[in-house]
């Protein structure tokens, strides 16, 4: 938390790895699709355009292209992390689900891969806050919070939005001195592109784009795909070179929009947009605050102002 320097000048410790993106969007391969590896192709391709990571599931990965492998992000399921994996000497960051032995799992790796950057990837469920303070007082670098497509939580969690859930791990960070410590980054049903302002505002640092990259390459969604059906559209077909420039073009739409909010806002960098709920207008709070003492009477009553 604090830089110390040694009598030449010099800092006293080595710093840790960083890696510094232009947009805070990362593509993540969507669950559906009609072919899987055309899609990781596509998400990759659309990742060297836009100089972001695409977070790609390891057991399905296909052999990366040179140019690509400092922006690909593989994403571990528990246990199936290997400290021998070739991967891991050749890409900057990679992703662990969470597991009780996950810290240790991330040590075993820091220790024979120092530069790597790791995100432990939580389920917002009940425990998401207590998890996230956790695993950051352990001293993870990313926390990847996700929930459900719906944006809602997951578990006995599924009533609450994803926005409360970024705001209460956001709070409770600041609350233990330990929000600078570590970046959040959060998915499961951001859509739109005021959904990014929106979940920055609320706490997060970035978030992860998923089924939105599927309606940019013109899928309906109707989950054939899953059903092992022919898809209507035959995103299958879809060159690499054309479904990137769609993802692109979508993130290059939400890259806009997030610029308008922050000139309005008088912001020049969306660093700054992170928590500030003081510039944003909740639906509860205006409820509460405006809506309520208008509709308070019954039905039927007029409140008349004493004479």
Known sequence: ???????????????????ELPLPILLAEPSLGPNPGRMQEIMTQAAINLNTLAILARDRLAPI???????????????????????????????ILDHPG????VEGVKKRH???????KVPADSRVVERVAELTAAGAEVIHIFA??????????????????????HLRL?????????????SGGIALAEHVAKAIICGADAIIADLPLLL????????????????????????????????????????????????????????????????????EDLEKEIFAPLFANREGELKREPT
């Open 1 to 19: 938390m604090f830089l110390t320097f040694n009598e030449q000048g010099e800092l006293d410790w080595p710093s840790p790895p960083l890696l």
């Open 65 to 95: 292209p040179a140019e690509a492998v400092g922006l690909v992000m593989p994403s571990y399921t528990a246990g199936s992390l290997h400290l021998k994996d070739p991967l891991l000497s050749q890409v900057r960051a990679l992703e």
């Open 102 to 105: 996950v810290l240790e799992q």
């Open 114 to 120: 120092p530069e790597l950057i790791i995100s432990i």
């Open 148 to 169: 459900s497509e719906q944006a809602r939580g997951l578990g006995d969690s599924r009533d609450v939005h994803l926005k409360d859930l970024i705001r209460r791990c």
């Open 174 to 186: 600041v609350e233990d001195k330990l929000r600078d410590t570590v970046t959040l980054l959060v």
């Open 216 to 283: 940019a390459l013109e899928c309906r969604l109707c989950r054939q795909c899953a059903k092992k059906g022919a898809c209507p559209v035959e995103i299958d077909q879809l060159t690499v070179k054309r479904g990137a420039q769609r993802v692109v073009n979508l993130i290059g739409a939400w890259n806009n929009q997030l610029l308008e909010i922050l000139g309005a806002m008088g912001m020049r960098e969306v660093r700054r947009l992170r928590g500030e709920v003081g510039r944003a207008m909740f639906i």
